[in-house]
């Protein structure tokens, strides 16, 4: 089960790089659906059978899979926008980035202290570097829909290392984060349909330009 683990993990780190790379939003939305969706089957394979899991596993399905890219997508088609142009770091280069923060992520994980049934897994690092990548969009994309997306691979790293700790994490604080997470990207949907109504553009570094007239 756990070599099972750790090639979902690879493919979630694979995903990372698809996000990192592309320009097209629909794209980027669907790839984070999958993580979601392949984040959600993996407390099945590291953890005995319980309803705890079952409600994790049903609430990630839920809000990762469906119930969040489909407020992404509205998002995208109110917005009328179907690719990030001109982002402030280049694509190329944030390809570089993620496969520097993912080998560092590595290294940083073979120096920490862990469990000995958590060594030589694959949680900790993907957990890092799902977290770099995730504050890498979030830095390196205008749109504030990317920026969302952004927030959706950082929430998806401090998923995959609470899944570490998911024996001792009482159900009210899992479904605290993922209602965050989803009240966040709600929030987000607003403010992207109104600027998107207000101004001609929903690029964020437009925004710091604005004042009172």
């Not at 690879?10 to 794209?27: H, P």
């Not at 469906?66 to 179907?82: E, G, T």
């Not at 060594?119 to 890092?128: D, M, Q, R, T």
């Not at 024996?167 to 600027?195: C, K, Q, R, S, Y």
Request: charged fraction near 15%; glycine fraction near 6%.
């Amino acid at each position: 089960m756990n070599a099972l683990a750790d090639q979902f993990l690879v493919l979630s780190l694979l995903i990372n790089f698809v996000v990192l790379g592309t320009s097209r939003l629909a794209f980027s939305v669907r790839a984070v659906a999958l993580q979601g969706i392949v984040l959600a089957v993996l407390p099945t394979l590291v953890h005995p059978f319980s309803w705890h899991l079952v409600l994790i596993v049903a609430g990630m399905l839920a809000a990762k899979g469906v119930v969040i890219p489909v407020m992404i997508m509205r998002a995208v088609r109110k917005a009328k926008i179907q690719r990030e142009f001109d982002p402030f770091i280049g694509y190329i280069s944030s390809l570089v980035l993620g496969a520097l923060f993912t080998s560092l992520a590595f290294v940083f994980a073979e120096k920490l202290p862990l469990a000995p049934e958590h060594e030589g897994l694959l949680f900790v690092p993907a957990s890092i570097a799902t977290l770099m990548c995730g504050f890498l969009v979030l830095m390196a994309r205008r749109k504030a829909i990317s920026q969302v997306i952004g927030y959706l691979l950082l929430e998806n790293g401090i998923f995959i290392f609470g899944l570490l700790l998911a024996d001792a994490m009482p159900l009210m604080v899992e479904a605290g984060a993922l209602l965050d997470l989803l009240v966040g990207v709600f929030v987000m949907g607003i403010v992207i349909n109104h600027i998107s109504r207000e101004f001609s553009s929903i690029d964020t570094s437009r925004l710091s330009a604005l004042r009172e007239e």
